[in-house]
């Protein structure tokens, strides 16, 4: 079921009319903008315009006649981040602000805003298309949680020639510490080092770290995804699709990257 909302647009906008006809039933310039008065029951008392000047002339149109602006819907999708779920969903107690971004070229036509932190738009985003009261957001919010991949960073098959691990995609502190010429008592004491508080050179950082073996992951066992053959690969990512992910290729010429995604409805319309 489908929710029809009517578009109510704010006192002082410009706004037109949908159908041609709505125009000449009612005598007026097809081309006129109307800038709404006031709203009463049977719709909105506008002010009919000869560019920015009002005409003189005074009508009340029934509220379905206007043309809601672009970017307006009776129901909307917000696509967030995990991290940022929870911090969307609080904003349904607060009623929420969808502004249109007038640069179409953007990867984010439409943003969202709790009511209350409104005033202060992103420049992109400068016309608030859209308020829905705290009372209604439930009805015209649904709330998308997406997931973003890069399979580069999936831990798949090490290699079986790699020199470091011989295959078995780990190498030990040990051998590193032979390598660097350092003691292995050298090398835990520069991962111990927190790395935001020094970004130091001395700083070691080592992927997978077991304290209780001594070992890490070897770098050979990230970016399997694109080394393996065509029929183990299509294995994998009809695997990952039973769970919900859609792999694919991103092709950026030399930077082309294998990514997968994934979309969780985390709060549905209510109806
Ligand atoms: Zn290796």
């Known amino acids: 079921m489908t929710l029809s909302r009517q578009y109510v647009p704010a006192i002082g906008k410009s706004v037109k009319m949908r159908l041609f006809s709505d125009y000449t039933e009612r005598n007026i310039n097809v081309w006129a903008w109307l800038r709404v008065h006031s709203l009463n029951s049977d719709g909105a008392v506008v002010q009919v315009l000869n560019g920015s000047e009002p005409t003189g002339e005074v009508l009340t149109i029934p509220l379905n006649t206007i043309d809601p602006p672009i970017g307006w819907k009776s129901q909307y999708d917000i696509y967030c981040e995990p991290a940022k779920v929870e911090t969307v969903l609080g904003w349904f107690a607060r009623g929420i602000v969808v502004r249109q971004s007038h640069d179409m070229s953007g990867s984010m036509p439409t943003a969202f805003q709790p009511m209350d932190n409104s005033e202060q738009p992103h420049w992109q985003f400068c016309e608030v298309t859209d308020a829905v009261p705290a009372a ?71 992927d997978g770290y077991s304290e209780e073996t001594e070992t890490f992951e070897c770098h050979c066992i990230r970016g399997g995804f694109h080394t393996l053959g065509r029929s183990k690969r299509a294995k994998l990512i009809k695997e990952w699709a039973s769970l919900g992910w859609d792999t694919h290729y991103v092709n950026l010429g030399e930077h082309s990257y294998w990514e997968r995604t994934r979309e969780t409805v985390v709060k549905d319309w209510e109806v």
Request: aromatic share 8%; hydrophobic share 30%.
């Open 136 to 206: 209604d957001c439930a009805k015209v919010f649904r709330v998308v949680k997406i997931e973003i991949e890069d399979i580069y960073d999936m831990y798949l098959v090490p290699d079986k020639d790699c020199g470091y691990c011989h295959g078995t995609g780990r190498r030990t502190l040990k051998e590193l510490a032979n390598i660097r010429h350092e003691s292995v008592s050298e090398l835990k004491r520069k991962m111990a080092i927190p790395f935001e508080r020094y970004q130091t050179n001395e700083h070691l950082h080592l």
